[in-house]
């Protein structure tokens, strides 16, 4: 009894201390030092909560695992403080495409670009313009060192602060052009790839994905070695440089646009403009609605409901380093009906910017925010938007650099195939952060569907890491990168089967956060903060009466703090009434030398468990219970004998109601309201559920 006191004087001690601040804050969600030392006495802990790199270099890890993952496994506690760090910088600077971008590559292990110095409004910042230079001089003198065809008197019924945008945009480009060229050096990507400038933009995709989308049997196989090489060629440093330096010109010259333009109206005497530079061709679109089927590095359109088709705001590998589109006003439609397209970095930067409209975007595949070895960028500033990835790799997703899909504000949907939605693979970090709006994140169920996972589709997506698995075919396994979905205010729908929403896989680290709203979230299997092989999931719900999986029928197993195979899995939700369906291996339930959390801190929650069978300590894996459980092996013989795993459920708060549908149980003393439960297989392998009332 005096054992049980303590522990409800902690917990509330714990809660007391949060509800001085009001509703609870994202950086004060945390288990007290004292909580964290009672879980580890109460269930025999042997080892902290973490695996150093000795352990986990027992796995046979790549070059390319990520300095940031082998940080944050040897110590779990800290993965919800970085995931909650980094989610914090999107969020708070979600305005700033530079800032997003930093923040990006600094994920996957690059600084460059930090406080960049850039020229006060009342400067142009460029050699060869004094201060005093009018918009139409500057720009007539930019056109002139570009060896354009026009010389900026076909602009001049522009209104200036027009003049001005394009002038400053195109300086930036200017500026970062060469570090772009010195990330991708000519000579050795093409004697890498067998390309060259004048290959098509598919030539360069096919090299680029050869070790994703090439097989042998099922299995991933390339004999594209180059493409494999390539990997090390690639100077990040260099492309995220240029990338911040691009954006910080952008979003410096549209918040001097914005605040020129800030009464805003229609001028539908403004025509378009077409002219060719040495850097390719720029297209001015005046204010009528325009129908767009050609691409150009700079694109730049004024007003009216557009529609955009074929490539657009995608990179030419070693022709075109750079494109950018920028859309002012409108109820637009990119409808590309393509692959590499809408802020697609293929061997290079490319950015997309609307500003105004309730917007549609579609895209066949690599597109919305996509990276293959470049930057890609797409940013939505207001409106009701849609953005759909027929098949893969879209709406912030990398391989090798950085995609990112912003939406400022709006009541948006998000639809794809799989592999999308804040993706990052190999030496990349994928991000989707919407700031706010009732929105739906779908991974479609006929997307990727695949037998060993009943036929369910195997998404990806969501908040994903995701490395290239090749043990079963080439041996080339390349590490994760990292996937972020960020969410900040409104009551979402979370919809994918199987690996989304946080998770990791072939140590990635997928990150899913969600700061504000009643949620509904929607998974079948490896999902809400799960992890497998050697990989970090995380997912963090902070406020709202949310639910998880609640009368889904396809919901399977392993999700809401689930990790298996040398991994960490984490669910934290931090307030709110909330409902959750757990079947086996859930809820902070461990497997094969992994750790597991799942947390609830406050609220008046009900569990329901659906379970069959009669786990006990000789079962191996299949009828592992939810709420705090491990499951057994027998000795290995190897390293992985010296492998803990640790499973917790912890509910810090609240009134709580467990419905449990049992054919057998597993427990001695079962999960109910104001308890203590353990589920023990072996000395290593050890699961504790603690459930506490705040009184």
Same mark, same amino acid.
């Given at each position: 009894?005096?054992?049980?006191?303590?522990? +409800?004087?902690?917990?509330?001690?714990?809660?007391?201390?949060?509800?001085?601040?009001?509703?609870?804050? @994202?950086?004060?969600?945390?288990?007290?030092?004292?909580?964290?030392?009672?879980?580890?006495?109460?269930?025999?802990?042997?080892?902290?909560?973490?695996?150093?790199?000795?352990?986990?270099?027992?796995?046979?890890?790549? /070059?390319?695992?990520?300095?940031?993952?082998?940080?944050?496994?040897?110590?779990?506690?800290?993965?919800?403080?970085?995931?909650?760090?980094?989610?914090?910088?999107?969020?708070?600077?979600?305005?700033?495409?530079?800032?997003?971008?930093?923040?990006?590559?600094?994920?996957?292990?690059?600084?460059?670009?930090?406080?960049?110095?850039?020229?006060?409004?009342?400067?142009?910042?460029?050699?060869? $313009?004094?201060?005093?230079?009018?918009?139409?001089?500057?720009?007539?003198?930019?056109?002139?060192?570009?060896?354009?065809?026009?010389?900026?008197?076909?602009?001049? /019924?522009?209104?200036?602060?027009?003049?001005?945008?394009?002038?400053?945009?195109?300086?930036?480009?200017?500026?970062?052009?060469?570090?772009?060229?010195?990330?991708?050096?000519?000579?050795?990507?093409?004697?890498?790839?067998?390309?060259?400038?004048?290959?098509?933009? !598919?030539?360069?995709?096919?090299?680029?994905?050869?070790?994703?989308?090439?097989?042998?049997?099922?299995?991933?196989?390339?004999?594209?070695?180059?493409?494999?090489?390539?990997?090390?060629?690639?100077?990040?440093?260099?492309?995220?440089?240029?990338?911040?330096?691009?954006?910080?010109?952008?979003?410096?010259?549209?918040?001097?646009?914005?605040?020129?333009?800030?009464? +805003?109206?229609?001028?539908?005497?403004?025509?378009?403009?077409?002219?060719?530079?040495?850097?390719?061709?720029?297209?001015?679109?005046?204010?009528?609605?325009?129908?767009?089927?050609?691409?150009?590095?700079?694109?730049?359109?004024?007003?009216?409901?557009?529609?955009?088709? *074929?490539?657009?705001?995608?990179?030419?590998?070693? @022709?075109?380093?750079?494109?950018?589109?920028?859309?002012?006003? &409108?109820?637009?439609?990119?409808?590309?009906?393509?692959?590499?397209?809408?802020?697609?970095?293929?061997?290079?930067?490319?950015?997309?910017?609307?500003?105004? %409209?309730?917007?549609? =975007?579609?895209?066949?595949?690599?597109?919305?925010?996509?990276?293959?070895?470049?930057? %890609?960028?797409?940013?939505? +500033?207001?409106?009701?938007?849609?953005?759909?990835?027929?098949?893969?790799?879209?709406?912030?997703?990398?391989?090798?650099?950085?995609?990112?899909?912003?939406?400022?504000? %709006?009541?948006?949907?998000?639809?794809?195939?799989?592999?999308?939605? %804040?993706?990052?693979?190999?030496?990349?970090?994928?991000?989707?952060?919407?700031?706010?709006?009732?929105?739906?994140?779908?991974?479609?169920?006929?997307?990727?569907?695949?037998?060993?996972?009943?036929?369910?589709?195997?998404?990806?997506?969501?908040?994903?890491?995701?490395?290239?698995?090749?043990?079963?075919?080439? #041996?080339?396994?390349?590490?994760?990168?990292?996937?972020?979905?960020?969410? #900040?205010?409104?009551? !979402?729908?979370?919809?994918?089967?199987?690996?989304?929403?946080?998770?990791?896989?072939?140590?990635?680290?997928?990150?899913? /956060?969600?700061?504000?709203?009643?949620?509904?979230?929607?998974?079948?299997?490896?999902?809400?903060?799960?992890?497998?092989?050697?990989?970090?999931?995380?997912?963090?719900?902070?406020? &709202? !009466?949310?639910?998880?999986?609640?009368?889904?029928?396809?919901?399977?197993?392993?999700?809401?703090?689930?990790?298996?195979? *040398?991994?960490?899995?984490?669910?934290?939700? &931090?307030?709110?009434?909330?409902?959750?369906?757990?079947?086996?291996?859930?809820?902070?339930?461990?497997?094969?030398?992994?750790?597991?959390?799942?947390?609830?801190?406050?609220?008046?929650?009900?569990?329901?468990?659906?379970?069959?069978?009669?786990?006990?300590?000789?079962?191996?894996?299949?009828?592992?219970?939810?709420?705090?459980?491990?499951?057994?092996?027998?000795?290995? =013989?190897?390293?992985?004998?010296?492998?803990?795993?640790?499973?917790?459920? $912890?509910?810090?708060? #609240?009134?709580?109601?467990?419905?449990?549908?049992?054919?057998?149980?597993?427990?001695?003393?079962?999960?109910?309201?104001?308890?203590?439960?353990?589920?023990?297989?072996?000395?290593? /392998?050890?699961?504790? &559920?603690?459930?506490?009332?705040?009184?």
């Amino acid at each position: 009894m005096m054992m049980r006191r303590s522990v +409800y004087v902690v917990i509330v001690t714990l809660v007391t201390s949060m509800s001085a601040f009001g509703q609870l804050s @994202r950086e004060h969600l945390s288990i007290s030092d004292s909580l964290w030392r009672h879980i580890e006495q109460k269930a025999g802990f042997a080892k902290p909560f973490g695996f150093t790199e000795d352990e986990m270099r027992g796995y046979g890890p790549d /070059e390319f695992v990520l300095r940031n993952v082998w940080t944050l496994f040897r110590n779990a506690r800290t993965i919800p403080r970085y995931s909650g760090t980094v989610t914090k910088n999107l969020l708070d600077n979600i305005h700033d495409p530079a800032a997003l971008i930093r923040t990006a590559y600094g994920c996957a292990d690059i600084s460059a670009g930090r406080m960049l110095s850039m020229p006060p409004p009342t400067s142009w910042g460029y050699s060869s $313009l004094a201060d005093s230079a009018t918009s139409a001089e500057a720009l007539r003198v930019v056109l002139q060192q570009l060896h354009s065809s026009s010389t900026g008197d076909n602009v001049r /019924e522009y209104p200036a602060h027009y003049q001005k945008l394009l002038a400053r945009i195109l300086i930036g480009i200017m500026e970062s052009k060469p570090w772009v060229e010195a990330a991708f050096p000519k000579k050795e990507f093409e004697e890498l790839s067998g390309l060259t400038a004048a290959s098509s933009r !598919d030539e360069w995709y096919r090299f680029a994905a050869a070790p994703w989308a090439d097989d042998r049997l099922g299995q991933l196989a390339t004999l594209n070695k180059g493409s494999l090489q390539t990997l090390k060629s690639a100077d990040r440093k260099y492309l995220a440089f240029a990338s911040a330096l691009l954006a910080t010109h952008i979003h410096l010259a549209l918040g001097e646009f914005r605040t020129a333009d800030s009464n +805003y109206t229609e001028r539908t005497s403004l025509k378009g403009i077409t002219f060719m530079t040495d850097l390719g061709m720029v297209r001015l679109l005046g204010t009528g609605a325009d129908t767009v089927t050609t691409s150009c590095f700079l694109s730049i359109d004024f007003g009216g409901n557009d529609m955009y088709k *074929g490539r657009q705001a995608v990179t030419s590998p070693l @022709r075109e380093p750079i494109s950018v589109l920028i859309d002012v006003a &409108g109820d637009d439609i990119y409808d590309t009906d393509t692959t590499l397209s809408l802020g697609c970095g293929l061997f290079g930067v490319a950015m997309l910017f609307d500003m105004r %409209g309730n917007d549609r =975007y579609r895209v066949k595949e690599s597109g919305l925010g996509c990276a293959w070895y470049g930057t %890609g960028l797409i940013m939505d +500033y207001a409106g009701g938007d849609a953005y759909t990835v027929d098949k893969s790799w879209g709406q912030g997703a990398a391989h090798i650099g950085a995609g990112i899909l912003a939406d400022l504000g %709006g009541n948006d949907e998000y639809i794809c195939a799989d592999q999308s939605q %804040g993706m990052g693979s190999t030496l990349g970090t994928g991000i989707l952060v919407d700031a706010t709006g009732n929105d739906r994140y779908v991974a479609r169920d006929d997307g990727n569907p695949t037998p060993i996972y009943l036929d369910q589709s195997v998404a990806m997506a969501q908040g994903c890491g995701f490395g290239r698995r090749a043990d079963l075919g080439d #041996g080339h396994s390349l590490a994760g990168g990292v996937g972020i979905l960020c969410d #900040g205010k409104g009551n !979402d729908y979370y919809s994918a089967q199987v690996w989304a929403q946080g998770c990791g896989y072939w140590w990635g680290l997928g990150i899913c /956060e969600d700061r504000e709203g009643n949620d509904m979230y929607r998974s079948g299997k490896y999902s809400i903060g799960a992890a497998a092989h050697f990989a970090i999931g995380c997912k963090v719900d902070l406020l &709202g !009466d949310d639910s998880y999986t609640e009368g889904y029928k396809e919901a399977v197993n392993q999700y809401l703090g689930h990790a298996r195979d *040398g991994s960490i899995g984490i669910s934290i939700d &931090g307030e709110g009434n909330d409902k959750y369906l757990f079947k086996t291996h859930c809820g902070g339930a461990a497997d094969l030398g992994s750790l597991a959390l799942f947390w609830d801190n406050a609220g008046n929650d009900t569990y329901t468990a659906i379970i069959s069978g009669a786990p006990n300590a000789k079962d191996t894996w299949s009828d592992t219970p939810p709420f705090g459980a491990i499951s057994g092996y027998t000795p290995f =013989y190897t390293f992985r004998d010296d492998i803990q795993s640790y499973g917790i459920f $912890l509910d810090s708060g #609240g009134k709580d109601i467990y419905n449990l549908d049992l054919q057998a149980q597993p427990w001695k003393k079962p999960p109910t309201n104001n308890t203590i439960w353990q589920f023990i297989r072996s000395f290593r /392998e050890r699961g504790i &559920g603690i459930d506490m009332e705040n009184k």
